[in-house]
């Protein structure tokens, strides 16, 4: 494995990891602008600006875009998240050169065509919608912005369709303006490739790119509390968690290992207690989603309406096990799940997709890449009184405890999480 890092005279950061064992590359540009660096009134701009950079630029139509990477068998995509915006695409390692010009081209020459604005406000309107029929997603964007109230870090990705509809071309070509600019992207790439090369493709590729504008994230408040959302539906879909870790906090390894503990498989206390001793449950898991200055921990189930007002005393309890060392098999209980977060980080280097997003999300992140070394090493520090301190830390934290479906009739959530299981 070959890690090398670029910094060019713009600002923007170039990284690569070498695999000579594969006849592919993976690459793309990650864009430090996401949902949180939108004001109220254009909630949705990043994602309608990410699905239209694909259609058209100066120099190519929205098909000629597709057809061009498809013709040498690749592929390209992009997304959108509360951080970051990534384009990228796969290829085999002779057609570097066609992949990097596409993503300068799309991210520097997009024109931003009034019909083709139309018809992509309307399809994702559609996909704003088609959210709305799945309640399993619904209730994410709820918990959201039940932890992060009046912020941009609490509003959904997609925005609204009212906001969506609003949008003209020039208020999307202004944010493009003030938020794509070189210190602002990092260009990553993992496979078969020269790390020289992509540097200078990279370097006459992105050209045109806007000045710098100074701009300030608004710092993450974790509110938290209860609310509940009643719906026709057969079954409840109940997310309840907490305050989390940030990247760069000295617990988010310990973090990452206790919801794997907690809920991160069919081993985990969750699963077992919940689903298998109790029934109380079809689907139940533990997660950590952490951004650059805070994060959010959460416990998603879905069960019968019957059942929430035993579910979520439980799950509280056995956080509080964790905080109190409770429960026995600790060690046992630790080594499986270092076991399967090292598995993962270990499986995903066969991969130069995952090695790709790995390296773009870490020079985002902690402004250098991370040798597998020291990840592995840190996760092996973990012991039992680092679990512990997690769990004390998120129970130090009020709750977030959202529930959507059939639950009119539930007595106070926040006193649920409080009662004995």
């Known amino acids: 494995m070959s890690i ?14 070498f695999m000579d064992t594969v006849e592919s590359v993976s690459l793309g540009a990650w864009v430090e602008v996401g949902t949180r660096d939108e004001a109220a009134t254009i909630n949705g701009m990043s994602h309608l600006l990410e699905h239209m950079a694909f259609k058209g630029t100066e120099r190519r139509s929205a098909v000629g875009i597709v057809e061009e990477i498809e ?10 998240a509360r951080e970051h915006t990534a384009y990228y695409a796969k290829i085999l390692k002779q057609d570097l050169e066609l992949a990097v010009d596409i993503i300068a081209d799309i991210l520097q020459h997009s024109v931003m065509d009034e019909g083709e604005l139309a018809r992509e406000q309307g399809v994702i309107v559609q996909e704003i919608n088609q959210s709305h029929d799945t309640p399993d997603d619904v209730v994410f964007d709820f918990f959201q912005e039940t932890a992060f109230p009046e912020q941009a870090l609490g509003r959904p990705v997609l925005g609204s369709a009212a906001l969506v509809r609003g949008m003209n071309r020039d208020a999307i070509l202004g944010y493009m303006k003030d938020h794509y600019s070189a210190p602002r992207i990092v260009f990553a790439a993992a496979g078969n490739l020269d790390h020289g090369r992509l540097v200078r493709l990279v370097q006459d590729a992105f050209d045109a790119l806007p000045e710098p504008v100074d701009g300030t994230r608004e710092p993450a408040r974790y509110v938290g509390g ?4 009643p719906r026709d539906l057969e079954q409840a879909h109940v997310l309840l968690g907490m305050k989390g ?8 390894h310990a973090a990452s290992m206790f919801s794997t503990l907690l809920g991160g498989g069919m081993s985990s206390r969750l699963f077992q207690e919940v689903r298998e001793k109790r029934g109380l449950a079809y689907s139940i898991y533990s997660y950590l989603s952490s951004y650059t200055d805070g994060g959010l921990f959460g416990v998603y189930a879905g069960t019968g309406k019957d059942n929430i007002g035993d579910l979520v005393p439980l799950v509280f309890s056995e956080i509080g096990k964790l905080a109190d060392g409770a429960g026995g098999g600790e060690d046992a209980e630790i080594a499986r799940a270092r076991a399967q977060i090292k598995a993962g980080i270990l499986m995903s280097l066969e991969s130069t997709a995952a090695r790709c997003e790995k390296l773009a999300r870490q020079m985002i992140v ?11 090493t840190r996760i092996d520090a973990v012991d039992g009184a680092a679990i512990r301190r997690v769990a004390e830390r998120l129970l130090s934290e009020r709750p977030t405890i959202t529930a959507l479906g059939p639950v009119p009739d539930l007595e106070d959530l926040e006193k649920l999480a409080a009662a004995p299981s």
Do not use: C, M
Request: aromatic share 8%.
């Open 71 to 80: 013709a040498v068998g690749g592929h390209l995509n992009a997304y959108t």
């Open 245 to 252: 870790i940030a990247f760069e906090d000295e617990d988010f």
């Open 226 to 229: 209860a609310n509940r959302q």
């Open 4 to 17: 090398e890092v670029t910094k060019l005279s713009n600002g923007l950061r170039v990284v690569s990891d």
């Open 366 to 376: 902690f402004k250098r890449p991370i040798p597998i070394d020291e990840t592995i």
